[in-house]
């Protein structure tokens, strides 16, 4: 079996103790397995040739993680700056990496229109509802993510835009858990689930993207032989 498929059946085995032991209400478990998971995804994306913007993105998300094991608001802070590095990082990645003909330019239209109303629309209704201090910061990465996330479908595709949908999905359960709103049963489980799908499908999806674009093209005799 080749590294990278221990590797993602290590991330797997991290992931089911992750989620089992919040569906449980096992705090031990979560807090020995959140710290694995993106050490091993950067792991097997270094191991699939991945550029290091998107190893970086994976590192500071592992940061933000171990920051917000703690429900010291400093600490959420700080993890909050970790995972906006890391969406500066894709951002990054999708720039140097991507291509601005991932989507029809209409389709491209549409989902900037989307993701801008979202945005709009989450700030204000969250915004009388959360700390004062909290305010402008949650305003301003909200702002950096749904922009990672709207280039990531613009630049990259259907998987790393699904990735990207999920981490605004993620965070803003997190930032209406933080106002104080209605939540999901076992909201963790589901920040998590959410979670763990965005950053997987950025990582695969760009590595996928990446790898079809080094696959040599087939010549016109390769093509008559099929």
């Given at each position: 079996?080749?590294?990278?498929?221990?590797?993602?059946?290590?991330?797997?085995l991290?992931?089911?103790?992750?989620?089992?032991?919040?569906?449980?209400?096992?705090?031990?478990?979560?807090?020995?397995?959140?710290?694995?998971?993106?050490?091993?995804?950067?792991?097997?994306?270094?191991?699939?040739r991945?550029?290091?913007?998107?190893?970086?993105?994976?590192?500071?998300?592992?940061?933000?993680?171990?920051?917000?094991?703690?429900?010291?608001?400093p600490?959420?802070?700080?993890?909050?700056?970790?995972?906006?590095?890391?969406?500066?990082?894709?951002?990054?990645?999708?720039?140097?990496?991507?291509?601005?003909?991932?989507?029809?330019?209409?389709?491209?239209?549409?989902?900037?229109?989307?993701?801008?109303?979202?945005?709009?629309?989450?700030?204000?209704?969250?915004?009388?509802?959360?700390?004062?201090?909290?305010?402008?910061?949650?305003?301003?990465?909200?702002?950096?993510?749904?922009a990672?996330?709207?280039?990531?479908?613009?630049?990259?595709?259907?998987?790393?835009?699904?990735?990207?949908?999920?981490?605004l999905?993620?965070?803003?359960?997190?930032?209406?858990?933080?106002?104080?709103?209605?939540?999901p049963?076992?909201?963790?489980?589901?920040?998590?689930l959410t979670?763990?799908?965005?950053?997987?499908?950025?990582a695969?999806?760009?590595?996928?993207?990446?790898n079809?674009?080094?696959?040599?093209?087939?010549?016109?005799?390769?093509?008559r032989?099929?």
């Amino acid at each position: 079996m080749s590294h990278s498929r221990l590797l993602l059946g290590a991330l797997a085995l991290a992931v089911a103790v992750d989620l089992g032991s919040l569906a449980a209400g096992f705090d031990a478990g979560h807090t020995v397995a959140k710290p694995l998971l993106m050490p091993l995804l950067a792991l097997w994306a270094v191991l699939r040739r991945a550029p290091r913007p998107l190893v970086a993105a994976l590192l500071f998300g592992w940061g933000g993680d171990v920051l917000l094991l703690s429900d010291a608001e400093p600490a959420f802070l700080a993890g909050m700056g970790c995972f906006a590095a890391g969406h500066v990082c894709y951002l990054v990645l999708f720039r140097a990496h991507g291509s601005r003909y991932a989507v029809p330019r209409a389709r491209a239209g549409l989902l900037a229109l989307g993701y801008a109303t979202a945005l709009v629309t989450t700030v204000a209704l969250l915004w009388p509802d959360l700390p004062a201090d909290l305010r402008l910061p949650v305003a301003g990465y909200s702002l950096l993510l749904t922009a990672m996330a709207y280039r990531a479908a613009v630049r990259l595709g259907l998987f790393a835009g699904l990735g990207g949908a999920l981490f605004l999905l993620s965070d803003t359960l997190i930032a209406t858990g933080v106002a104080d709103w209605p939540q999901p049963p076992v909201p963790n489980f589901w920040i998590m689930l959410t979670y763990i799908a965005a950053q997987v499908l950025l990582a695969g999806g760009t590595i996928e993207a990446l790898n079809a674009r080094r696959a040599p093209a087939a010549t016109y005799g390769e093509m008559r032989a099929v």
